[in-house]
């Protein structure tokens, strides 16, 4: 459930956290900072091993907006220190899975990520922020694109154009002295350039 921050911009709050531990949660990433999407989970990784799931804590997972880094983060917060115990930059190619509704995978920075939710319904909306997230940066990059990208050619564009006659036939205009005089130029550079 989302809720405005007035100018602080906008807080998600988590049915599963006090009232207080919602605001220490908004209070940790005002004013500079939207959290978008907040749920109680647990962080596995996929490492040493990339068969084997390890916990790497449980806690409080939110999708936060920074402004000053223009960019979105995925934090682990620990409400009772009110600090960052995990963060992971989202990336333009993320491809963030749910295996199972309450279960989510991303390949993070250094090892495959897992992201176990307590609540389904809170993983869903998880989701969904993060998917319209990669969503915008994608046509953002596409359209950036486009605009980088030379015009196409039109196929009137393609057509040969036709040149002025004085272009095509360049002596055709020339007097009788003066294509002498041109072949005595062509004649005097031609004996300088060695063959």
Known sequence: MAQKGGQQGTYARSDLLSY?????????????????????????????NPRVWTKQQTGVLALVKDHNQRSYFIHFVNIDTHSTTYSEELYLELEYKAPYPYFHTFAGERCTVGLNF???????????????????????????????????????SLAP???????????????????????????????????
Do not use: G
């Open 20 to 48: 207080d531990e919602n605001k220490i949660v908004e209070q940790m990433y005002a004013p500079k900072r939207e959290v978008l999407a907040v749920s109680v989970a647990q962080l596995f990784h996929a490492a040493p």
């Open 161 to 195: 154009t036709p040149m002025p006659a004085a272009q095509q036939f360049p002596d055709a205009k020339l007097s009788k002295a003066e294509k002498k005089k041109k072949e005595k130029k062509e004649k005097k550079y031609s004996a300088l350039i060695p063959l």
């Open 118 to 156: 307590c609540n389904d319904a809170e993983a869903n909306n998880f989701k969904n922020a993060i998917q319209s997230i990669t969503i915008r940066n994608k046509k953002r990059k596409e359209k950036m694109d486009t605009a980088n990208r030379p015009p196409l050619a039109s196929p009137q």
